[in-house]
């Protein structure tokens, strides 16, 4: 494993799909973390998605002001697992970080991640469903998305038989040297969850930190309840054939 030095770069990949009355908030956020005297060197990449709305134009005048943001565009929208794909393909920092562009976890607390990957883990997640967390913002119309994906994170956890609280938490870091040895196929929103499937079961070493999940304040969900359950039905019979096979090998090995 490869050494992480105290002031290593930061890329924060941060996929956007019609966001863009949250925009000003976010980059003036990020405008202060970057230049907090912080551990870290920040650097934030945007992928926007094929967003109709402002959202790649207010990204593009925001990387003329500030050369620390850099913007990607898929010409169409892919899905948030298409916009990671596309970023994490363009980071050369050493630690990488993902975050919801909504600012329901707050970028303020991305150093608290990253400082655990240079304290040897490959994954740090924030953790709404951690034992040890206050409860999650609950407001109008979000009661199902945060029902599905504390039940999502139940049953994988279940699953894969190992201490994760929360599978479905796109406020992460990782090593980049493990994320880039893995792969994953989903182009949706149950990437997040396949990331973290899939790290688990390369014996990658996760950390988590409780963190409560804020309200949305500006925009709308871009979850389909409906799509995703569907997602995590596929990803769950993925990760039962690929334990039910290891497992076999493990019988027929002793
Ligand atoms: N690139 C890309 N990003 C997306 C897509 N869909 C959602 N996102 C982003 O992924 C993050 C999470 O999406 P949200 O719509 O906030 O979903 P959620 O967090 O489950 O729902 P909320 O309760 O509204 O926060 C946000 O930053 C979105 O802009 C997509 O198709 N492509
Ligand atoms: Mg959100």
Not at 172 to 190: I, M, N, P
Not at 222 to 238: E, Q, S, Y
Request: hydrophobic fraction near 40%.
């Amino acid at each position: 494993m490869t050494d992480i030095g105290h002031k290593a770069p930061v890329t924060v990949v941060i996929p956007c799909f019609n966001e863009q009355d949250g925009l000003p908030m976010l980059l003036e956020r990020l405008r202060r973390m970057h230049q907090a005297p912080a551990t870290h060197d920040w650097h934030f990449l945007f992928v926007d998605d094929g967003s109709s709305d402002d959202t790649f134009r207010i990204l593009l005048q925001a990387t003329r002001d500030e050369s620390w943001i850099e913007v990607l565009r898929h010409p169409q929208n892919m899905g948030l697992g298409a916009a990671l794909r596309t970023g994490f393909a363009h980071v050369r920092s050493p630690i990488v970080c993902t975050m919801d562009s909504d600012c329901t976890y707050p970028p303020e607390r991305l150093p608290e991640l990253a400082t655990l990957i240079r304290r040897g883990a490959d994954v740090a997640t924030a953790s709404p469903w951690h034992p040890d967390n206050e409860d999650s913002e609950d407001s109008e119309g979000t009661t199902l998305r945060l029902t599905l994906s504390r039940s999502a994170s139940l049953v994988y956890r279940a699953m894969i038989g190992q201490e994760v609280h929360t599978f479905t938490c796109l406020q992460r870091a990782y090593r980049l040297e493990s994320l880039h040895a893995l792969s994953f196929r989903a182009d949706g929103f149950s990437a997040v969850a396949e990331i973290m499937l899939r790290s688990l079961m390369a014996g990658h070493k996760i950390a988590e930190v409780p963190m409560p999940l804020e309200a949305r304040r500006f925009g709308e969900s871009k979850l389909r309840v409906g799509d995703a359950i569907m997602a995590h039905m596929g990803l769950l019979t993925l990760t039962a054939a690929t334990v039910s096979f290891r497992q076999l090998i493990r019988m027929l090995g002793r």
